[in-house]
């Protein structure tokens, strides 16, 4: 665990969901028609959009259906 606060954790920057992200989120997610999608996958989705990040380091396919790459890249 010391390891990882020490090598990762400074190169993370922390977003914190406020009131505007927790509603662009909300707005995604009732426009889903996938119900297995989460608040948390569309405020990721969100974010990453914003940011212009294109690459989601994940296991989650509905990244991929967004639009992102996955990384590690799905088996097939």
Known sequence: MHDFN?????????IWAGADWHARAVHRLLAQTDR???L????????????G?????????HFEEQGFR?????TR
């Open 53 to 61: 990040i294109s690459t989601a380091y994940a296991f989650d396919r």
């Open 40 to 51: 948390v996958d569309c405020l990721s989705f969100e974010i990453m959009e914003a940011r």
């Open 6 to 14: 020490a090598r990762i954790v400074p190169l993370l920057e922390v």
């Open 70 to 74: 996955l990384v590690p890249s799905p």
């Open 36 to 38: 297995a999608v989460s």
